[in-house]
């Protein structure tokens, strides 16, 4: 029997509690998701009122996801949680359960950076990518351009230098006086609009390497929308605003996703975090992949956003894939906030 056999995986980065069982690393046997509603009330997420309500829900969760695979604590034979990137207090409450939980069951507990996670969860559905690969992982803290040399190895090409894209998408949203998350909403809306009615910059388009910016595009966005006068606005122009503000963010990711596929010659390109979810994005890159003959893996919206099936595969393919000790594992389970601050990018290039 291996450590990897039926990991129990654990994902509090941000607002989602979920929790999975994953055996032989492929095999979901299951998967639960409880997103946090009561942040919408703040208009964005509370890191306080987020930790809290992982401490409340994450136990009852791990005894229904165990419930709904037909498994007993004693059956698991390792746990996997986020470690790092993320809120500190979110990841603290996941990573003290899973410490303890282990600590009971005598089961080793691995450490998880949640971008790796995000880079692999296509894999769920789509078994391992054609390496080298290139990922994408955009989501409302993240806008991550990465190259694939095989599990674990790793090189950061490019990231947001202001705000995630999910960000962005958010704060368009609430100017336009539209729901949190707002993603969805605007993704919707744009479908009715005309992409062409306004001429929002695509930021960084134009130079050469792989890094984003969308606060500048977001203040352009919020500019018109001070035009709109007092709300309740004109349905119609909210939509051209949706729909030429996406059109702008479009191709600026598709634009530097391509150009890091040709670059490093990758054979498959891989979405991963909230914003893979957008339609008017899947599209395009489904297009550009067929024309460059690149293999396109999109997990279902599920496994998009932020999930323990992911943090489970990704637990499951380390500890087969590496030799690890007890006090190895300990050391990966350090909470760290940001992504910067893992060690993933120089450790593992
Ligand atoms: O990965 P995720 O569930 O959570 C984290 O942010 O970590 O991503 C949520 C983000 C939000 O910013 C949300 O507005 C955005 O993903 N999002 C979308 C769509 N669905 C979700 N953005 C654009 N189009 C969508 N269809
Ligand atoms: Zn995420």
Redo the contacts with the bound molecule.
């Keep these: 029997m291996s450590a990897a056999d039926r990991v129990l995986g654990i994902e509090t980065?941000?607002?989602?509690t979920s929790v999975a069982v994953l055996e032989d690393g492929r095999t979901l046997k299951s998967h639960l998701l409880a997103s946090q509603d009561l942040h919408r009330l703040y208009g964005g997420v509370v890191p306080e009122l987020a930790a809290r309500a992982h401490l409340e829900l994450l136990p009852r969760l791990v005894e229904r996801a165990l419930d709904e695979a037909g498994v007993r604590p004693a059956d698991l034979t390792a746990v996997a949680v986020t470690r790092a990137p993320g809120l500190v207090g979110s990841l603290v409450v996941g990573v003290a359960f899973a410490k303890a939980y282990g600590y009971a069951l005598g089961i080793p507990v691995v450490g998880v950076n949640?971008i790796e996670a995000?880079l692999h969860a296509a894999s769920l559905e789509h078994g391992e990518a054609a390496m080298p690969a290139i990922a994408l992982v955009?989501?409302?803290?993240?806008t991550e351009l990465v190259e694939m040399q095989a599990f674990g190895r790793y090189r950061w090409l490019g990231s947001t230098r202001d705000d995630?894209?999910?960000?962005a998408?958010?704060k368009v949203?609430k100017r336009l006086g539209l729901p949190?998350?707002?993603?969805?909403h605007?993704?919707?809306l744009a479908a009715q609009g005309d992409p062409k009615s306004f001429d929002f910059p695509r930021p960084m388009l134009d130079r050469s390497d792989f890094d984003f910016s969308f606060s500048g595009l977001k203040t352009a966005v919020a500019l018109e929308a001070d035009r709109l006068g007092e709300p309740p606005f004109d349905p119609a122009r909210v939509a051209n605003l949706c729909a030429s503000f996406?059109a702008a963010?479009v191709d600026t990711l598709a634009g530097k996703t391509m150009r890091a596929v040709r670059h490093v010659g990758a054979r498959s390109l891989t979405l991963?975090?909230?914003?893979?979810?957008?339609?008017?994005?899947r599209a395009r890159l489904a297009a550009e992949c067929e024309a460059a003959s690149v293999t396109l893996r999109i997990p279902t919206?599920r496994l998009?956003?932020?999930n323990a099936a992911m943090v489970a595969l990704v637990g499951a393919w380390t500890l087969e894939s590496a030799p690890y000790t007890v006090e190895s594992l300990e050391q990966g389970l350090e909470v760290v906030a940001s992504l910067e601050e893992t060690g993933l990018i120089e450790a593992r290039v």
């Design positions: 980065s941000c607002d989602d949640h995000h955009v989501s409302g803290g993240h995630a894209v999910g960000e998408y958010d949203a949190f998350p707002g993603g969805p605007v993704d919707k996406q963010v991963g975090g909230g914003v893979a979810c957008n339609r008017a994005l919206p998009c956003a932020d």
